[in-house]
């Protein structure tokens, strides 16, 4: 089977940073992936990791240690409108289907 | 226009009832999938196809089945809906070429069974 453990909640202040980290226990592993849903909104896809270290995309990086079955996302420079929910999911095949975690709610204030 | 549309958006039924969820796409892209969202669960994978004539189970097929009508149409059905199959579906769709997990989703369909 596969399970994704992640923090349910997490709050931080506009310019601060955040990580979000996600472990995951799989019976076979090929990525881990970020994405993000606005309330009411569809998932969008954030990030992605196939092989150890770190990966930016702007504000946003997300790291992954397979030996460790771990992975964080790192939100610098919060804004506002970063609050939302933060799902990590895992694949066994490269674009084969997600299982994702129960996700983290990122709340930020001013 | 969306790439990956939903219809309905919104769906009130009662137990017992039959309905269909109906999924789009415009991306051209071979793969499509059905996932549920109840709060606090996340999203978790009812079914999912490779292509037109394959079809596959997820995490939580049971009581739902599908069809895949041609590579852009993907269909969810409830044969016999009931309360606990109330929560948001969402469909995705995804490119076996790109190479990493990134999918695309729909809007959702907001389902209520009373």
């Known amino acids: 089977g596969q399970s994704l453990e992640q923090p349910s909640e997490v709050t931080a202040v506009e310019g601060a940073i955040v990580q979000i980290n996600c472990t995951y226990q799989t019976s076979g592993f090929y990525g881990l992936s970020w994405y993000q849903q606005h309330d009411g909104g569809a998932p969008t896809f954030l990030s992605y990791n196939g092989l150890d270290g770190l990966e930016e995309t702007g504000r946003f990086s997300s790291f992954l240690s397979r030996s460790d079955s771990y992975g964080y996302l790192l939100l610098q420079e919060l804004q506002m409108k970063d609050s939302a929910s933060y799902f990590c999911a895992v694949s066994n095949q490269a674009g084969t289907a997600l299982i994702f975690g129960k996700g983290t709610t990122l709340s930020v204030s001013s | 226009d969306a790439d990956v549309t939903q219809t309905p958006r919104n769906r009130i039924t009662k137990t017992g009832k039959r309905i269909m969820l109906e999924c789009s796409q415009t991306?051209?892209?071979?793969?499509m999938y059905w996932y549920r969202q109840d709060p606090g669960l996340g999203l978790r994978l009812i079914y999912y196809?490779?292509?037109?004539?394959?079809?596959n189970k997820g995490e939580i097929s049971d009581g739902y089945s599908v069809s895949r009508q041609a590579q852009a149409k993907f269909s969810l059905s409830l044969e016999s809906a009931i309360p606990n199959q109330t929560a948001l579906y969402f469909c995705?769709?995804?490119?076996?070429?790109?190479?990493?997990?990134?999918?695309?989703f729909g809007p959702g369909t907001r389902l209520t069974v009373l």
């Open positions: 991306k051209g892209h071979d793969r």
């Open positions: 196809s490779f292509d037109v004539k394959d079809i």
């Open positions: 995705a769709t995804s490119d076996r070429t790109s190479g990493g997990d990134e999918q695309f």
